[in-house]
């Protein structure tokens, strides 16, 4: 290569190097995502409660564990927890077909059939991925199900 083309070579490397510097540093900053609890009734607790049942970060939403606690079958309880995340998830902007990942946590593991039978089609024809355990010593609140869910807004 010769000394005339090395140059054009290099100058234009240099050229296209200050361009994408300058670019960079006209571009407005990207604002770092910050939590958000969204409480029940939109206030907050008086005082502070053991943990947050959603909380935004970014464009990602967490709800906590939601149970069932009154007398029923696998099915009702799994029904009744089902309809409140997705009560949850519209009041905050988002869906169930937008479930990400999905905990269930089985009182009994003999009742997986079920929790699946009403389970099935809840979160749209693509859903989300899925942990089901059932530990040791139950569910707390004499609950048969309990279910969490990371969802996009």
């Known amino acids: 290569m010769s000394t005339t083309n090395r140059r054009k070579f290099f100058g234009r490397g240099l050229a296209a190097a200050a361009v994408a510097t300058a670019a960079a540093q006209e571009a407005p900053a990207q604002e770092k995502p910050s939590k958000r609890v969204i409480y029940k009734d939109g206030k907050k607790p008086a005082r502070p409660p053991l943990f947050s049942s959603t909380v935004a970060f970014g464009n990602l939403l967490f709800i906590s564990g939601v149970g069932a606690h009154f007398e029923g079958d696998i099915k009702a309880h799994t029904k009744y927890v089902l309809d409140q995340i997705q009560q949850q998830l ?21 009742d ?29 609140g004499n609950s048969l199900v309990e279910i969490d869910v990371i969802v996009y807004i």
């Open 90 to 110: 519209e009041s905050a902007g988002s869906s169930m077909e937008k479930c990400l990942k999905c905990n269930v946590y089985l009182n009994d593991i003999k």
């Open 112 to 140: 997986y059939d079920g929790m699946n039978e009403v389970f099935r089609g809840r979160f749209g024809s693509e859903p989300p991925v899925r942990t089901t355990v059932a530990p040791t010593g139950g569910v707390p």
